[in-house]
């Protein structure tokens, strides 16, 4: 199992090619890089299916929580098991309230 740190959310945002978003963030912050602004950062602005990220579909960001909600209305098979996702750590990142 990987270790949670800030390499891990880096390679993220790289891999969703947000980092220079999350640079332009933090010097509108005024905050530097650390876990709790990471974390800050993907809770406001990334929204994927755990599923397309695992699967390597970096293109199915969405820009609102509520068109995550509507694209996993349109595709129950994208959602994923909150239990196995907090066990698995790696991905509890991108776990969302989706009431």
């Known amino acids: ?47 994927i299916s755990i599923q397309d990220f695992h699967q390597g579909h970096y293109n199915k960001l969405f820009f609102t929580n509520k068109d995550l909600k509507n694209y996993l209305n349109q595709y129950p098979e994208k959602r994923s098991h909150k239990k196995i996702i907090k066990k698995e750590k790696v991905y509890k990142i991108f776990l969302r309230n989706l009431r």
Not at 16 to 25: F, P, T
């Open 1 to 47: 199992m990987s270790e949670i740190n800030k390499e891990l959310y880096h390679d993220y945002l790289n891999r969703l090619d947000q980092m220079n978003s999350y640079r332009k963030y933090l010097k509108i912050i005024k905050k530097r890089d650390n876990l709790t602004n990471l974390k800050t950062f993907f809770n406001k602005y990334i929204f």
